[in-house]
């Protein structure tokens, strides 16, 4: 191949990885190469070259915005991130339910792939203000309860102030949460102010809060504080959590699993 061929094809997947870095916020190189249909040794030195020019910014095994503000993806990009990550977060996270509990699931993708295993749980409670949860048990499962609100069409989600009335009767046993952003420092974090507001909402209400996070979510910061790290009894994230952070969430009293 040409050396003029070779730059000409690393130069349209810098636009495609350009286009990605825009809707997603966070690339991982192992999504990259089975997209561009590329070698991950490929991939980690398109990104080297975008983050030589200022682009992006590598973390371990991919890249983000070089500012490190993270912004919200598409739902349906953010199931296809760190699938398998997910998957086991959500068989983790699987544990920590007891039978009869009322739990509450947010609308974070790993929080679709726990309420994936719990189509069979009709013991359970489940109250959730995710449309796609609303979709997974549409045809059976446990009790569900929606909290009602305005639909924000990106996350897939209601939120806002109308589901306070429905969550501020509600006592859980559990909450299982999403984020876009987390660091000891910053807290958890999103892109939208209503959607914070209806994370606290839940969280306030809940014996027991569980953040699930795989690992390229923490060091980020995104708009919207919805809470700080000791609000949290457990987080669940992979074995590449950084270790500066799972040291921090130890120190403050955070229970943390990683699988």
């Not at 997603?24 to 030589?52: F, H, K, P, Q």
């Not at 009894?233 to 921090?248: F, G, H, N």
Request: with cysteine; charged share 25%; glycine share 8%.
């Amino acid at each position: 191949m040409s050396d003029a061929v070779s730059k000409e094809l690393a130069e349209a997947r810098w636009r495609k990885l350009r286009g990605f870095l825009r809707e997603r916020g966070i690339l991982r190189v192992e999504d990259l190469a089975s997209e561009l249909g590329v070698s991950a040794a490929t991939v980690r030195r398109d990104l080297a070259a975008l983050e030589s020019s200022g682009e992006l910014r590598r973390i371990h095994g991919g890249a983000v915005a070089p500012e490190g503000r993270v912004e919200e993806p598409l739902f349906d990009d953010k199931t296809s991130m760190a699938a398998q990550e997910k998957g086991r977060i959500a068989e983790a996270a699987l544990k920590l339910i007891r039978p009869r509990d009322i739990v509450y699931l947010d609308g974070g993708s790993t929080v679709l792939a726990l309420a994936r295993l719990l189509t069979t749980q009709t013991q359970l409670t489940v109250v959730t203000n995710s449309l796609r949860v609303a979709q997974v048990f549409s045809s059976g499962g446990p009790r569900m309860i929606l909290t009602g609100g305005e639909c924000r069409l990106l996350s897939q989600t209601f939120v806002g102030p109308l589901t306070r009335a429905v969550l501020e009767q509600m006592h859980l046993d559990v909450a299982f949460m999403g984020t876009i952003g987390v660091s000891a420092e910053a807290g958890m974090t999103t892109t939208d102010p209503a959607e914070a507001f209806t994370k606290e909402q839940a969280m306030a209400r809940a014996s027991r809060t569980v953040l699930l996070a795989d690992s390229s979510k923490f060091g980020k910061t995104s708009f919207v504080r919805f809470g700080i790290i000791k609000n949290l009894s457990t987080v669940i994230s992979d074995k590449q959590m950084p270790p500066a952070e799972r040291k921090a969430f130890q120190r403050a009293g955070v229970e943390t699993i990683l699988v």
